[in-house]
């Protein structure tokens, strides 16, 4: 995770996909904290271990106000959860208007791969997603 992420407006959304087993606590708080500090105000997870990284992620936030906003997806496919990501992850209304959604794949080619196609016409992503929901 960058020290600082150049992006249009404070606040984001993130989704993030990683395979967590085998990954140390202390480092998955290090990179939920970055994601914080760069301004993370929603933040999705999926892959396997994504409820703890999601619960890390909690402990990290608690009492913060306005609220940071966390899910998590293990029991979906990789489309639902970025579908998700990108139509239902609406921030507090105390952070105004949120402009920017980052998607992070750590570790997994494919998963990025994936991502990177539905992101490139996220028109016809939606598409999908309804016709097959």
């Known amino acids: 995770m960058p020290d600082s992420i150049s992006l249009p407006g404070h606040h984001f959304v993130a989704f993030v996909t990683a395979d967590a087993t085998r990954v140390d606590a202390i480092v998955l708080a290090n990179f939920c904290r970055k994601l914080v500090q760069a301004g993370c105000v929603y933040f999705c997870a999926w892959g396997p271990d994504c409820e703890r990284v999601h619960d890390i992620f909690d402990e990290l936030i608690f009492n913060t106000d306005p609220v940071i ?7 979906e496919s990789l489309d639902s959860a970025l579908w998700f990501f990108l139509f239902s ?6 952070y105004g208007t949120v402009q920017s959604e980052v998607a992070i794949s750590i570790g997994n080619p494919a998963w990025g791969k994936q991502i990177r196609h539905n992101l490139a016409d996220i ?11």
């Open 123 to 133: 028109e016809s992503f939606d598409k999908k997603m309804l016709q097959e929901g």
């Open 89 to 94: 992850a609406f921030p507090d209304d105390g």
């Open 69 to 75: 906003m966390t899910t998590w997806h293990d029991k």
